[in-house]
């Protein structure tokens, strides 16, 4: 019953906020874990929110945190949406770039996090081109991404503020996954891999 916006990014179209679903979409819930310790060993879906806020705005503004098992269910998106694969991460960076949105207008390099990055909430950095600097120049793309840390391995909550983490559906062995970060300090993104155990926002894309 969570409403999304939406927005149009080449041939595809990205919710514009994070996934804060309780429920898998057949109805069945997904295991929300607030322990350290029960995060720790989860071996299936499970959800928190960051800091394990129970304040409702803040979950509807920051979404949800999911660990790996749960974006492998292959049920957190509704009928024609998908978490997005390594590919759909890499046919949206690659399409910003050769249209011109990295930050300085060339059409060649990952400078892209800008156009990517809201233009509110991250922190203030001085480098030129980096998405702490001047945030009203941010958000080219539409994509609103805000910077809602993450949970690690041992359930310790981190980097609100600074940096967003984007998990895909693509594995890379029985531990470890794709995803997607954008960081305060930087002009990129980065598509890189980690333990499965971590909790990370998720997006969900359809093609057109």
């Known amino acids: ?5 939406v927005v149009k990014i080449g041939t595809q179209l990205w919710t514009v906020e994070n996934l804060r679903t309780t429920k898998y979409n057949d109805g069945s819930l997904i295991s929300k874990i607030s322990g350290n310790t029960e995060w720790t060993n989860a071996s299936s879906g499970a959800y928190c929110f960051h800091g394990n806020t129970g304040d409702a705005a803040e979950q509807k503004k920051w979404g949800a945190l ?9 049920k ?7 978490v997005p694969t390594h590919g759909d991460w890499n046919k949206l960076t690659n399409y910003l770039i050769v249209n011109g949105y990295n930050y300085d207008g060339s059409t060649s390099g990952r400078k892209i996090a800008k156009s990517m990055a809201a233009k509110t909430d991250w922190s203030n950095y001085t480098a030129q081109g980096t998405i702490g600097n001047d945030l009203s120049k941010n ?9 809602g840390g993450y949970r690690d391995a041992s359930g310790s909550f981190y980097t609100k503020g600074n940096c967003g983490y984007w998990w895909s559906s693509s594995e890379i062995d029985p531990q470890k996954a794709y995803y997607i970060i954008l960081y305060y300090s930087t002009t990129y993104s980065n598509l890189i891999v980690t333990n499965k155990k971590l909790g990370f926002s998720v997006r969900l894309v359809r093609d057109l």
């Open 1 to 5: 019953n969570n409403e999304y916006h």
């Open 66 to 74: 999911y660990n790996w098992h749960a974006v492998n269910s292959g």
């Open 76 to 82: 957190l998106a509704p009928q024609g949406w998908r």
């Open 139 to 147: 958000n080219l793309s539409g994509f609103s991404a805000l910077p």
